[in-house]
């Protein structure tokens, strides 16, 4: 049987995460060979279980913790008759994707999201960080159970300490670039240039100026160090402010756009729909459900 692509998460979805207890009590666990764009981090909390990742074949035993890299073939097979829980944490990489402000982060970020095949990182219970990484996934398993005000945030920050638990546990080694690092120093003025000021109609020419360089050279050196050009960086980071604000302030959509540097409605519709894969009243309606679940009257 040839693996299939599992679509449980997309970046369709607001908040890429799905966090879940797979148990044996009501049916038989035998999970196919498949692949996901997601990482997936599995914490077997009772029993044992066969895990098969890109051909490879291990045992995960009570306490045993593994992470399967976006893009990877895996399965996992359980006896029969045996009791097992796993509590299982997927996230797309977008989640915790910067853009680039700051490379002393961005080096651990890309170095734990670029792992390459066969590289998993396997905690087993005698490894020097497992008490905290453990913690951390259950902390994480309790925040999207309960989605307190603000519990998206939190996850985001108990991932960025799973990464760090995991490189002090030598379990994947840091890449560090030096001439990536020079490239995004030469970008530094212009983007915190954009940072503070992307409400403004901030032109191309504007932001050679900043950068000395010229008009030409500043288009090909930005979209080969960022990976996107100049207008798309402006729209992603006008985008997120966007978000921001309408999830911190009672503000209808058009006040929002309009308050982060779009220009106008139709432009702000088209520029979000394309950054983000959904038109811009699905945030809308997040924000009204988690009100609904904190019990926070909506004055509009």
Known sequence: ??????????????????VFIQDNLKSYIDVK???????????????TCQQQINGHSLILQKNDIIIINSG??????CERNVEVRILVFKFLPELIQTNLKNFNETKYLLSFLNLPKNKNAFITEEAVEHERISHIIIEIYKEFLDQKKGYEICIKGYIYQLIT????SDLFSVYIDESAEKNLAVLQPLLQYIESHYKDNITLEQAAKITNMSYYHLSRYFKKVIGSNFKEYLDYVRVIEFE????????TISRAA???????ISSFNRVY?????????????????????INIPSQS
């Open 273 to 293: 729909k394309r950054v983000r894969g959904y038109p811009p009243k699905s945030i809308k309606q997040k924000v009204q459900r988690n009100k609904q679940k």
């Open 258 to 264: 309009l308050e982060t540097g779009f220009s106008n």
């Open 1 to 18: 049987m040839y693996p299939y692509k599992e679509y449980l998460i997309t970046s369709k979805d607001i908040f890429p995460v799905d």
């Open 72 to 77: 990877d073939i895996h399965a996992t097979i």
């Open 165 to 168: 638990y995991l490189i002090r």
């Open 33 to 47: 060979s498949h692949y996901h764009d997601s990482i997936e981090i599995l914490y077997m909390l009772k029993g």
């Open 244 to 251: 921001k604000l309408m999830i911190s302030q009672e503000i």
